[in-house]
């Protein structure tokens, strides 16, 4: 089982950035697909949930407007589109599947800093 995270960087206050999760080695279509993070000296928060089948999605109060979680089932990826990035949004953002098992991916550090 793998979840390979990709798309993090820096950027400045105000931009975007797309993070990928790539999965393999599970059932990835039957798996409710999540991003996490976690800041610096904080506890790991749920960013953002995506069911099985991609047709619901929930995002934590301030994320809500500004990210946009989907997945591509034939290429069993899932997107966060963050828009409109703040200095509190820097975090290590990590992929989680979730079912019957959670599977976790490596993280990938978003730092948005002018």
């Known amino acids: 089982v793998q979840l390979v995270e990709s798309g993090g960087g820096l950027v400045q206050p105000g931009g975007s950035l797309r993070l990928s999760c790539a999965a393999s080695?599970?059932?990835?279509?039957?798996?409710?697909m999540r991003w996490y993070r976690q800041a610096p000296g904080k506890e790991r928060e749920l960013v953002a949930t995506?069911?099985?089948?991609?047709?619901?999605?929930m995002y934590t109060d301030s994320v809500k407007g500004r990210f946009t979680l989907s997945r591509d089932n034939a290429r069993n990826t899932v997107y966060l589109q963050m828009n409109s990035l703040k200095p509190e949004d820097t975090a290590v953002y990590y992929c989680?599947?979730?079912?019957?098992?959670?599977?976790w991916g490596q993280g990938t550090q978003v730092t948005v800093h002018s």
């Open positions: 989680n599947a979730h079912r019957y098992s959670d599977y």
């Open positions: 080695g599970f059932t990835f279509s039957i798996y409710d």
């Open positions: 995506i069911n099985s089948a991609g047709g619901l999605t």
